[in-house]
Structures are given as structure tokens and as C-alpha cells.
């Protein structure tokens, strides 16, 4: 199987702790806003290598609380995907024997030597592909037609893999 394959299975069977990680994100997004010093300031800095200055470092709340809600909205988005993700996947997981649901999590969530059908193996991520195009017509994203699979060409396979690992 496919390393990608593998990786991508693994995401989609713990998708409640990643939905859970973005929410504890979120709270630490607020918490880090307001533990910061919101009033003017002199800090003692460095300027260049053997240089350093005592400045006045004021807070900008126009500028801070648009990073903070651009953050958060982005954190929202993020968790909508997850969540839309969760929707679909469990739908075809509850189509899934248990024996079937089994193999999966034996193989993929608690790392066991179980032989997983090549067919099972297949139809998820089938499924998972069909979940991931659905997101981004979503998203209004033109969705790529070349599969995650490696080739020879070094480059190539480092410009895929740089796509896959980014969210």
C-alpha cells in the first residue's frame, strides 16, 4: 500500500481528535490575546548583533484584534472541513461490517500486523477521495486530477508530497 494511502486513512480514522485539537487551538488563540500586554511599553530589544535599545512598543488594537478574528475565522473554516469530513466519512464507515471496521482500526489506529483486504483498502479511499473532491468544490477549488502516488522523479515526488502534508 501506498505510504500516502496510509497516512491519509490514519487522518480520516481520528478526525474527532483532530476536530478536538482545532477547538483547544481556538482557546488558546483567545487566551494568548488577552495574556498579551495591552498597554504601552518599554522593552529592551536587540537591534543588530552587539546592539541593543530600550523601545516603546504600544498595542495597536485595530491591527491586533484583525489578526485575532483573521485567526480564528480561519480556525473556523478549518473545523467546518473537519467536521464535513467526519459527516461523510461516518456515513461510509457505518456501511462497513464490524469485521471490516475492525482490520481498519487494528491496522491503521492501533498499528497491529492485520491483513486488510486490498479491496478494503481501495474503497476507502475511494471514499475518501470522493470526500476530499466534494470539499473542494466546496471550497471552489478546482480539484487535482493526479493521484498521490510516487514516481521516479525526485523533484516531483517532493513538490507531492509538500502538496499533500499542506492544509
Given amino acids: 500500500m501506498d505510504p500516502f494511502d496510509e497516512i491519509l486513512i490514519k487522518n480520516y480514522l481520528s478526525l474527532d481528535q483532530r476536530i478536538q485539537k482545532l477547538y483547544s487551538y481556538k482557546k488558546q488563540l483567545r487566551k494568548a ?5 495591552m498597554a504601552t511599553h ?13 523601545v516603546t512598543k504600544g498595542f495597536r488594537p485595530d491591527r491586533e484584534v484583525e489578526k485575532l478574528l483573521l485567526n480564528i475565522e480561519r480556525v473556523d473554516q478549518r473545523i467546518d472541513r473537519y ?6 466519512f461516518s456515513s461510509f ?18 498499528q497491529k500486523e492485520s491483513d486488510v483486504p486490498l479491496a478494503l483498502n481501495q474503497s476507502v479511499i475511494a471514499e475518501i477521495n470522493e470526500i476530499e473532491t466534494a470539499i473542494c468544490f466546496r471550497e471552489g477549488i478546482e480539484p487535482d486530477v493526479l493521484e498521490n502516488e510516487l514516481t521516479g522523479d525526485v523533484e516531483e515526488n517532493l513538490e507531492r ?6 492544509l
Fill in 93 to 110: 464507515w457505518g456501511s462497513l461490517d464490524a469485521l471490516e471496521r475492525t482490520l481498519l482500526q487494528d491496522r491503521f489506529i492501533h
Fill in 83 to 88: 467536521r464535513f469530513r467526519k459527516k461523510h
Fill in 161 to 166: 508530497m509538500c502538496d499533500f502534508f499542506a
Fill in 33 to 37: 490575546f488577552y495574556l498579551q500586554n
Fill in 42 to 54: 518599554m522593552e529592551y530589544v536587540r537591534l543588530r548583533k552587539d546592539t541593543y535599545a530600550m
